[in-house]
């Protein structure tokens, strides 16, 4: 018992040092959020802003080329909703504004609201469908019951390269019962 | 059984001794030996609980088709087994090992903070009481794999909160654990205790403290925004409210790759000291060794998106993490090669700790050449989710990180118990785990590879042979185990006194104590001259 060879007061200070690491890595696990999205912008992989937000662009007809546009409406549950496009496909001229209407029906028995989450398919062809306005940029109010068509208006950039000749819009409608945070 | 180890150098006092009353002495305890055998006797118990559900999972896929329980008791179970052994056997395993042998190796009289030791332990028996219980709500145990994926889990019912709670308190009994080891080994080593002196335990027991304080918050963020979104209307996984459920993958694995290191490092220290111990011979590339658990750790933390190849990713992200995930290959092969080098031309003799030393060298080597396998891009594609990946990381956890806990035990139990125990019946365990490992897990590799899915109750007729032979293996295993908890108990009773150093080529201060070890030990610090005598290199 003759040395005491560490300080007993220097482990309370390193202690507290390392709890503080510990709760920084806790931070830092909820910093993961908004690094992830902006990973997502920076590759251009399941950019979500270019899919949610309306896009300005005008319109710069190229007649000479026809893109196949296809419609899907997914639900992500059976039963409490019905969700389909009123058409399964058109032909578009890229550079040229178009509408396209989706059906819901709401089934849940209740007064509630439907966010579409939309999905470009392929993934490369995402950052030249530009939509102008959609359905799917807010929460849908629906009644008991009420059945609506919702429009989406979008432009398709003459930009799109030669190779594409067919897109996939496909959305999934979700029950949010209230209006989710939009972010 | 040589043991002519020279006289213990017998320098410090004895002079009070465990205290008498039950409650004292394994309640209250704030001793590193008494807390390091609570977590042992823990992790025990969870290894027999996890093999149960595990043995569950093999009655049923002993035959195609659905004979004993139905599939949502089923997928409780292959959920269960993962938590259970890997939070509640190994990490506690891990935990207690560290408890016991760190403040002996380093020349100090206990842990740096006794209390938060005791609290730490103490938070377990809770969060796997509140874990188990699960399995008696309405809606059954957590069934959506232990990665919680949302938004399967969150389909869990009552059992959801209960299972993150449980997983919070797990969390936060292992950063404690950490910062205790930290602690101890930056400030209680004995003056002359360089860092290069320290056992490889206690550099890879450090390193992985390390890891377990940067990621368990991590996991504990992670399941707090599962939690969130359940119950208080957020969106980071819900996409109808703007968020990806992908990320809660991205999140998870940026624990869970650090965490299967977690599991591991410490059994490469372990191994360390002994395959050198019966080999008679110095580690071979003591430095290479620290540098080389010091990169596994760093690189743990930058390849976790090789758990989710399939979910799409950029093609820069599945080079940057296949490339960075094969070049941990060369940190863990400078490992293997060093053990290896260990043993060339050694004096060997094969005691059961070095039995079970060699099977982990050899079997864990298997896991990390079909680990590799996986990290190749393409092939991912074919071998996600099926039985390949259970075959790959039960032979790195089952004959690595378990065997190496076995290893540990038939190591130190001599300077615990101060007895020898029974070779021939530790040799038995060794031989029946050793082969039964191998009829329950190799045939999983062919079986991943035909195709078969992990977590399914039933399959198709054609992977009904390979799957028999595995569930016998399984019940093989399992009963083979039983051995372990009569031999220790039998060798805590009596048996032939063991000498302050059990090992003739044992190094390490811990050798230098009286077997058993006292009560209290290092109360005056050893002398330099006995730390460099006592340390891997010898100077």
């Known amino acids: ?183 | 059984m040589a043991n002519s180890g020279h006289a213990a150098h017998e320098g410090h006092d004895d002079h009070h001794g465990a205290p008498k009353s039950f409650w004292q002495r394994w309640v209250v305890t704030t001793n590193h030996k008494d807390i390091g055998t609570l977590y042992l006797i823990f992790a025990g118990v969870m290894f027999f609980v996890g093999g149960l559900m595990a043995l569950v999972i093999r009655a049923e896929l002993f035959q195609p088709g659905l004979q004993f329980v139905d599939p949502m008791f089923f997928n409780s179970m292959t959920t269960m087994h993962a938590l259970a052994m890997i939070f509640g056997a190994v990490m506690p395993a891990w935990v207690g090992l560290a408890n016991w042998m760190i403040p002996l190796q380093v020349g100090a009289p206990d842990m740096a903070l006794p209390r938060m030791n005791n609290f730490s332990f103490w938070i377990m028996p809770f969060a796997f009481t509140l874990l188990l219980s699960t399995l008696f709500t309405g809606s059954g145990a957590p069934a959506g794999g232990w990665t919680l994926y949302p938004p399967l889990s969150l389909q869990g019912g009552d059992s959801f909160p209960m299972a993150i709670f449980a997983i919070h308190m797990m969390g936060a009994s292992s950063i404690m654990g950490a910062i205790n080891v930290i602690v101890t080994i930056m400030n209680m080593r004995a003056p002359g205790m360089t860092l290069l002196r320290m056992p490889l335990f206690c550099w890879t027991w450090l390193i992985t403290a390390y890891l377990l304080i940067l990621v368990m918050p991590v996991l504990a963020g992670a399941v707090t925004m599962l939690l969130t979104d359940h119950f208080f209307g957020t969106s980071f996984f819900s996409a109808a409210g703007g968020g990806d459920p992908v990320m809660y993958q991205h999140i998870f694995w940026f624990f869970g790759h650090p965490e299967v290191y977690i599991l591991i490092l410490p059994a490469f220290g372990v191994v360390s000291e002994i395959i050198p111990a019966f080999s008679r011979k110095p580690l071979f590339g003591y430095e290479s060794m620290v540098y080389a658990s010091a990169s596994i750790g760093f690189l743990s933390f930058i390849v976790w998106a090789h758990h989710m190849f399939t979910v799409g990713m950029p093609l820069a992200g599945q080079l940057f993490f296949m490339l960075t995930t094969m070049l941990i290959a060369v940190p863990t092969g400078v490992k293997v090669f060093n053990w290896s080098a260990t043993m060339w031309k050694g004096s060997l003799s094969f005691e059961p700790p070095m039995l079970f030393a060699v099977a982990f060298l050899f079997l864990f080597t298997i896991g990390g050449f079909s680990g590799l396998m996986l990290s190749i891009v393409p092939a991912d594609f074919q071998y996600q989710d099926s039985y390949f990946v259970v075959a790959h990381f039960h032979y790195v956890l089952v004959p690595g990180a378990i065997f190496a806990i076995m290893a540990g035990i038939y190591y130190w139990l001599p300077k615990w118990s101060g007895h020898m125990y029974n070779m021939s019946l530790a040799k038995w365990h060794f031989w029946l785990s050793t082969i039964f490992v191998n009829v329950l897990f190799f045939p999983q590799h062919f079986l991943g590879l035909a195709g078969m899915p992990r977590r399914i109750p039933d399959y198709s007729v054609q992977f009904a042979d390979w799957n028999m032979v595995s569930s016998i293996g399984a019940f093989g295993f399992g009963l083979s185990q039983l051995l372990m908890p009569y031999l220790v108990w039998q060798c805590v009773r009596g048996g032939a006194a063991a000498k302050a150093k059990a090992w003739e080529g044992a190094r390490g201060l811990e050798w230098e104590v009286p077997s058993p070890a006292p009560y209290h030990t290092w109360e005056t610090a050893p002398d330099e001259a006995t730390i460099i005598h006592a340390s891997p290199t010898g100077h």
């Open chain 1, 1 to 183: 018992m003759s040395q005491t060879p560490y300080k007993p007061n220097s482990h309370g200070r390193l202690a507290l040092k390392l709890g503080a690491v510990a709760l920084g890595a806790f931070g830092f696990g909820f910093a993961l959020v908004p690094l992830y999205d902006v990973m997502c912008a920076v590759t251009g992989f399941g950019n979500k802003a270019n899919l949610t937000r309306a896009a300005k662009i005008a319109e710069h007809p190229d007649d000479s080329r026809t893109v196949t546009v296809e419609f899907l409406g997914d639900l992500p549950t059976v039963g409490s909703w019905e969700f389909r496009p009123a058409v399964r496909s058109i032909q578009v001229h890229p550079g040229r504004l178009y509408e396209a209407k989706f059906v819901a029906r709401n089934l849940t028995g209740r007064d509630t609201y439907g966010q579409a989450v939309p999905d470009v398919a392929p993934s490369k062809a995402a950052s030249f469908f530009h939509k102008t306005e959609c359905f799917c940029f807010t929460p849908q109010h629906f009644a008991s019951g009420e059945e609506r068509a919702m429009p989406v208006r979008f432009i398709v950039d003459p930009a799109l390269p030669r190779y594409m000749d067919h897109i996939t819009l496909a959305y999934t409608f979700y029950d949010t019962q209230a209006p989710a945070a939009q972010r």
